[in-house]
């Protein structure tokens, strides 16, 4: 049974930083392309951050770009994402995906989804 478990969510002040954490079991980690999105409460969920089974290719959102880093650690089987000068607008639910095609995790189609951790970014 296929789980990903998210977890480093939490509140924090504009500016702030978290970092963001994702294990993967019952599938073989190496083999899969991952990504991590987000849904604000009224908004339709979007892509954040995405990274290629290899690590080689990595893609981001615009609005994250020069702030968040995702990477994937394969001796954990775990995906992180650094987020860093949080804004308010970055609050949300995040979510870790993956599938085996790049493609279909930047589609937001992936094959696996995580349950999610909250992020707030609050003053």
């Known amino acids: 049974q296929v789980q990903l478990v998210e977890s480093g969510g939490g509140s924090v002040q504009p500016g702030g930083s978290l970092r963001l954490s994702c294990t993967a079991s019952g599938l073989t980690f190496d083999d899969y392309a991952m990504g991590w999105f987000r849904q604000a409460p009224g908004k339709e969920r979007e892509g954040v951050a995405y990274?290629?089974?290899?690590?080689?290719?990595?893609k981001y959102a615009d609005f994250v770009k020069g702030r968040f880093t995702i990477s994937r650690a394969r001796a954990k089987h775990t995906l992180y994402l650094q987020m860093n000068s949080l804004k308010p607008e970055d609050t949300a639910m995040y979510y870790c995906?993956?599938?085996?095609?790049?493609?279909?995790?930047?589609?937001?189609?992936?094959?696996?989804w995580g349950q999610g951790t909250q992020v707030t970014v609050s003053s």
């Open positions: 990274i290629s089974a290899t690590s080689g290719i990595r």
């Open positions: 995906a993956a599938g085996l095609y790049f493609q279909s995790v930047i589609n937001g189609n992936p094959d696996y």
